[in-house]
C-alpha cells in the first residue's frame, strides 16, 4: 500500500467508497485521500468541461461575491502601489483570474497558472498570454527560475494536486527569501466533515486529497515552510451560487446538503 503522503505511515485504512471512488484515511495524522487516484484522462474530462460554469459565468453578481471573499484572504498583503518594482505574485490554480484581479488592485505584478481550458482562456483576455499558463502546476512551474516570486497563493488548488509533497517543495523554491505562501482549502477537521461524512460536499473525485489543519502544519514543516498564521475563513456565498454549485455535487452524491467549509 501507497505510504500516507504526509507522515510516511504505511497501515492507511478503508474509509468509504464514493461515486466508485475508493477513499482511505491515516490512522496517524488523519490524511484522507483517494486512493487509487482517478486517471489523468477522468480529471481532464473534469477541469476542461466548463469546470467553472457552476460559478455562474462571469455575471458581476458572481464576481462580486467572488471578490469579497479574495479580499479577505489577501487582505494582510500590504497595499503595494508606490512600490517600484511591485512585488510579483503567483495564483496556482487561478481559475478565472478573480483573485489576481484583486491582488492587481493591490499593487501586485500577477501571474496565474491554470489547468481549465475557459478559465485561462478568460486569465489571457484580462492579463495577458504572458501573465497565464494553462496547464497542471508539475507541468508548468518550469516556466520561471527559482526565487520569482514574492507571494504564492493556492486557492482552492491544493487539495487537487497528485503529489502535494512535492508540490510544496517545487513552490519553495519559487518563493524569493522572506516569500509568503497562501494556501485555502476545505478544512477535513472541521464540525461539517464530522457531520457530514461521506456527504460532505468537498469529497468530490477532483479532490485528490481532504487535508486538517494538524497535518496540513506537518506537510507544511516537512517541506521547509514556517508557519505564521492558520485561521478558519469563511466564503461568501448567494443562493444562486449556492444551488449551482450543489447541483454539480449532486453528481457525486453531494446533492441536498450545506456546504462543508
Keep these: 500500500m501507497k505510504e500516507c503522503q504526509v507522515c510516511a505511515n504505511i497501515e492507511i485504512k478503508p474509509l468509504f467508497i464514493k461515486d466508485g471512488f475508493p477513499y482511505q484515511r491515516c490512522p496517524k495524522c488523519g490524511l484522507i485521500r483517494i486512493e487509487p487516484q482517478p ?57 478565472t483570474g478573480i483573485l489576481m484581479e484583486v491582488a492587481c488592485e493591490k499593487g501586485y505584478d500577477v501571474y496565474g497558472i491554470e489547468a481549465a481550458k475557459d478559465g485561462a482562456k478568460i486569465i489571457c483576455e484580462k492579463f495577458g498570454q504572458d501573465k497565464i499558463v494553462n496547464g497542471y502546476f508539475d507541468e508548468s512551474f518550469g516556466k520561471w527560475q527559482e526565487g520569482s516570486f514574492d507571494i504564492i497563493v493556492m486557492c482552492d488548488f491544493f487539495e487537487h494536486v497528485k503529489n502535494p509533497k512535492e508540490v510544496l517543495k517545487k513552490t519553495y523554491a519559487l518563493l524569493r527569501q522572506n516569500g509568503k505562501l497562501i494556501l485555502h482549502l476545505p478544512d477535513a477537521g472541521s464540525m461539517a466533515r464530522a457531520i457530514l461524512k461521506k456527504r460532505w460536499t468537498n469529497f468530490i473525485p477532483e479532490h485528490l486529497f481532504s487535508f486538517s489543519q494538524s497535518n496540513i502544519k506537518i506537510i507544511l514543516k516537512n517541506t521547509g515552510f514556517s508557519i505564521n498564521m492558520i485561521k478558519t475563513e469563511k466564503k461568501y456565498l448567494n443562493v444562486q451560487y449556492a444551488q449551482n454549485v450543489l447541483h454539480y455535487y449532486a453528481k457525486f452524491g453531494g446533492g441536498g446538503v450545506v456546504f462543508g467549509i
Excluded at 455562474?56 to 497595499?79: A, D, Q, R
Design 39 to 95: 486517471a489523468n484522462e477522468q480529471l481532464d474530462a473534469i477541469y476542461n468541461g466548463k469546470y467553472y460554469d457552476n460559478w455562474g459565468g462571469e455575471e458581476s453578481v458572481f464576481i462580486n461575491m467572488k471578490k469579497k471573499t479574495f479580499f479577505k484572504i489577501l487582505e494582510f498583503l500590504p497595499n503595494v502601489k508606490n512600490e517600484n518594482p511591485k512585488p510579483a505574485l503567483l495564483d496556482i490554480g487561478a481559475a
